[in-house]
């Protein structure tokens, strides 16, 4: 009899389980539904949502594995560079530094989902259906600080400047001797990144909207462009980070 009742609760357990298509944790808050959802339908029910300022507002996805492959894959690849350095060298301890920093990072799968109650509610494009999964939505008050981080002598926070382009922020600090003297990424609050020409030659005039962060890479000549890609695999990470 006990046996019967025991598969019976786990038969109820299951199916309460099953019933649960859909969660969202917001500020701690666990928000479930039993049917695929939209966005709008998630953020009507949320307390405590921003009223104008959304662009901070980002959708992660829990359990994606695949995230911290692209991880691994990129220690594995810094890990092989390291190796070919002397270890007294610069480059072995700038390789090394950013070893550790990727190692670091809290990672959650970041969707290429614009969140926004209004334009959710008005726009069907930007109102998309989950089906399944749990998900994790962050909202973070305007900032007024740009963050400078990658190959610069101290990862610092400038005062946002409505009149200052990227170049003018990293002109305003002091870069490592192995950085990136011709791109930087601009890594933007909506989770955009853009990879721009910072250089004479090649400069674009691109002004970051408050709260961004501009990764300055390593030098792709100093390892026979074989930095290169590794720095726009880094930079995409970059954007998972919570």
């Not at 479930?32 to 104008?52: C, M, Y």
């Not at 002091?174 to 930087?184: E, F, K, P, S, T």
């Not at 990424?185 to 955009?192: C, K, M, Q, S, V």
Request: include cysteine; glycine fraction near 4%.
């Amino acid at each position: 009899m006990l046996r019967v009742f025991c598969m019976l609760l786990g038969l109820l357990s299951c199916s309460a389980i099953a019933d649960i298509a859909v969660s969202f944790n917001v500020a701690g808050q666990i928000y479930t539904f039993d049917r695929p959802v939209r966005l709008a339908t998630v953020l009507s029910i949320v307390e405590h949502k921003p009223t104008q300022y959304w662009a901070n507002a980002a959708v992660y996805q829990l359990n994606a594995p695949e995230i911290e492959q692209q991880r691994a894959d990129i220690l594995q690849q810094l890990a092989t560079l390291i190796r070919e350095q002397s270890k007294d060298s610069p480059e072995y301890r700038q390789l090394a530094a950013l070893y550790q920093e990727v190692g670091s990072w809290q990672l959650m799968r970041r969707l290429n989902v614009i969140v926004d109650y209004d334009q959710a509610r008005l726009n069907p494009g930007l109102n998309p259906q989950f089906n399944t999964g749990e998900y994790y939505i962050r909202f973070k008050e305007r900032s007024q600080v740009i963050r400078l981080s990658g190959m610069v002598e101290q990862a610092t926070a400038l005062p946002f400047n409505t009149r200052y382009t990227v170049t003018d922020y990293i002109d305003d600090i002091r870069v490592a001797a192995n950085a990136h003297r011709d791109i930087a990424y601009l890594l933007e609050p909506d989770g955009d990144v853009k990879k721009l020409g910072i250089a004479y030659w090649n400069r674009q005039h691109v002004k970051p909207m408050p709260g961004s962060e501009i990764f300055i890479p390593l030098q792709d000549e100093l390892f026979f462009d074989r930095i290169g890609p590794l720095n726009d695999k880094i930079a995409q990470l970059m954007m998972h980070r919570m």
